[in-house]
C-alpha cells in the first residue's frame, strides 16, 4: 500500500490550493480515505472522510464548508479542495486509510501566510 501526496505550498490567506493523493498497491475503490493535519507542535487531527464511492462525507467543525473531500475511484486519487484558507490552517497533511491497518502518506506541507 502506498499514499503519496501532493500539491502542497504557499498560500496567501483566503486563497485555494487542491492536495491530491495517489494510491495503490489496494481496491481503492472498496475503501474510505481520510485526510489529517499536523500542525507544529500540536497533536494529528483528523480534517475530511469520505466513504468508498464518495456518497457520504464529514468534515471536522474547523473546515467544514471551506473544504471538500472529492474522490475519483477510476484514477486512485483522493483530493482535499482547500478555499478560504486561514494561517490557522498551516500544517502538514496526511492521506490515511485503513486496510488491515492505519497507512499514511509522507506528508505535504501547506503554509498559509502573507
Known amino acids: 500500500v502506498q499514499l503519496v501526496e501532493s500539491g502542497g505550498g504557499l498560500v496567501q490567506p483566503g486563497g485555494s490550493l487542491r492536495l491530491s493523493c495517489a494510491a495503490s498497491g489496494f481496491t481503492f475503490s472498496r475503501y474510505a480515505m481520510n485526510w489529517y493535519r499536523q500542525a507544529q507542535g500540536k497533536e494529528r487531527e483528523f480534517i475530511a472522510h469520505?466513504?468508498?464511492?464518495?456518497?457520504?462525507?464529514n468534515y471536522a467543525e474547523s473546515v467544514k464548508d471551506r473544504f471538500t473531500i472529492p474522490r475519483d475511484n477510476a484514477d486512485n486519487t483522493v483530493y482535499l479542495q482547500m478555499s478560504r484558507l486561514k494561517p490557522e490552517d498551516t500544517a502538514v497533511y496526511y492521506c490515511?486509510?485503513?486496510?488491515?491497518?492505519?497507512?499514511w502518506g509522507q506528508g505535504t506541507q501547506v503554509t498559509v501566510s502573507s
Open positions: 490515511h486509510t485503513r486496510y488491515y491497518r492505519d497507512y
Open positions: 469520505i466513504t468508498n464511492v464518495g456518497y457520504g462525507t
